[in-house]
């Protein structure tokens, strides 16, 4: 796919469109109801607006916002538009600016002569650590900055397009599904684990999916650096101007607090289905500040990666510094490889490449100590919103490098 694809070409509307049809399949035989999507011409105007609206600015800032289309008569909503407008690239624009693209939705239903907005839908919250999330099951699309956008129907993740190049998340054609990029962060398998590793690592997950979408808004670049427990990381930094004295266990304590505190609640639930009632219930449950430090921490070590250098933790959140600077100097007698997975190529070309191919400064910086340290990872950010994992695999000597992996964390 070297040449530039717009989103209303035939190979996205057709694939979108086999997507549709496996989705509304798989219900018949599941038996959820799912809402028509878009026609033809309607999916075409969508795309065609959404992709419009992306490439412009209101007062100097880019827009991002999400639409919902809905099909159908059209439904009551809580924020109904008195005075319906067009689908055009001024009025979503302007409106966008004013909502949360994760929490809000723009509501569009067929009109007269084309495509309206009619209405706004707020979800709240989308990205607790606990809880479930309100979702539509409507045909939606997401633009998240100049020429990127992220379809989605029927609760799962159909299409991300990138400025020219795309790749499906659905059917025959999908490369990556929705939730790969847990597996991509973390670089973990699953299979055979205990089932409190397991729990341990799923929760690990969660938590690097937190801060990983925090350092990604940030918009600034950065890197997060995961050790193997006691590794002697130190001799090997030549720069550690903001290490602290010791390892910071601030996030790892709200961890475990976090778990206490869930398991608490849990038994505290079971006494009240069975009669046993207590003063501790209504305390325990009235106070989520322990639940909301988690989420705080996880935050506040996020941030840490907008100072130069990396930061560095251990896989329980343990902080062991952050603007640390590795020898990031390749060996010429052995040079580091690597092997880029990234969804918008086709697969055909995995030979192993030169270190150069991963990216700039900070991502082969990131690559070569990840090589230094078996079992590290490394994820990095650019300041231009792409996201990159990586990992050192001994048994093949080179560098596993996955490539924009930021529009899968936006579901």
């Not at 999400?66 to 319906?84: A, R």
């Not at 998240?144 to 054609?173: E, I, K």
Request: charge should be negative; hydrophobic fraction near 40%.
């Amino acid at each position: 796919m070297s040449s530039f694809i717009y989103p209303t070409d035939p190979q996205i509307r057709d694939g979108l469109r086999e997507c549709f049809d496996l989705i509304q399949h798989m219900a018949e035989i599941e038996a959820p109801q799912y809402p028509a999507p878009p026609n033809e011409k309607q999916l075409m105007e969508l795309l065609e607006s959404c992709y419009a609206t992306s490439l412009e600015t209101e007062e100097g800032r880019t827009i991002a916002f999400t639409v919902d289309f809905f099909g159908e008569d059209e439904p009551l909503f809580d924020y109904q538009l008195k005075q319906t407008l067009p689908l055009s690239a001024r009025d979503l624009s302007r409106l966008a600016v004013a909502l949360d693209p994760w929490r809000s939705r723009i509501c569009v239903i067929p009109g007269g002569t084309g495509l309206q907005i009619v209405s706004i839908i707020h979800l709240g919250e989308q990205f607790a650590f606990h809880g479930t999330r309100l979702t539509l099951r409507q045909l939606s699309i997401r633009v998240l900055a100049p020429g990127v956008l992220v379809v989605r129907y029927g609760g799962v993740l159909l299409l991300t397009y990138q400025r020219g190049r795309f790749a499906f998340h659905c059917g025959p054609s999908a490369r990556w599904g929705q939730f790969a990029v847990r597996t991509a962060l973390a670089f973990h398998s699953h299979t055979g684990q205990p089932l409190d590793q397991l729990q341990a690592d799923l929760r690990f997950g969660a938590a690097l999916i937190r801060i990983v979408r925090t350092i990604h808004y940030q918009r600034h670049g950065g890197t997060l650096l995961i050790l193997p427990h006691d590794t002697d990381w130190e001799n090997s930094a030549f720069s550690k101007r903001y290490a602290p004295a010791g390892p910071v266990s601030v996030v790892k304590d709200a961890n475990v607090k976090d778990m206490e505190y869930a398991i608490k609640r849990n038994e505290l639930f079971q006494q009240v289905i069975q009669g046993q009632s207590s003063p501790e219930v209504a305390s325990v449950w009235a106070d989520d500040i322990v639940r909301a430090r988690f989420v705080s921490e996880l935050e506040w070590l996020a941030r840490l990666t907008l100072a130069d250098g990396m930061t560095v933790i251990e896989r329980d959140l343990t902080l062991l510094g952050f603007g640390i600077f590795f020898d990031a100097q390749d060996k010429p007698d052995s040079p580091t490889h690597v092997v880029l997975i990234d969804p918008y190529d086709d697969g055909s070309d995995s030979e192993p490449k030169t270190l150069a191919s991963i990216g700039g400064a900070r991502h082969q910086s990131a690559a070569v100590t990840c090589r230094r340290f078996p079992g590290a990872v490394a994820v990095v950010a650019s300041q231009d919103g792409s996201l990159s994992s990586m990992k050192w695999d001994g048994t093949k000597n080179v560098i596993i490098a996955f490539h924009h992996l930021e529009p899968l964390l936006e579901f």
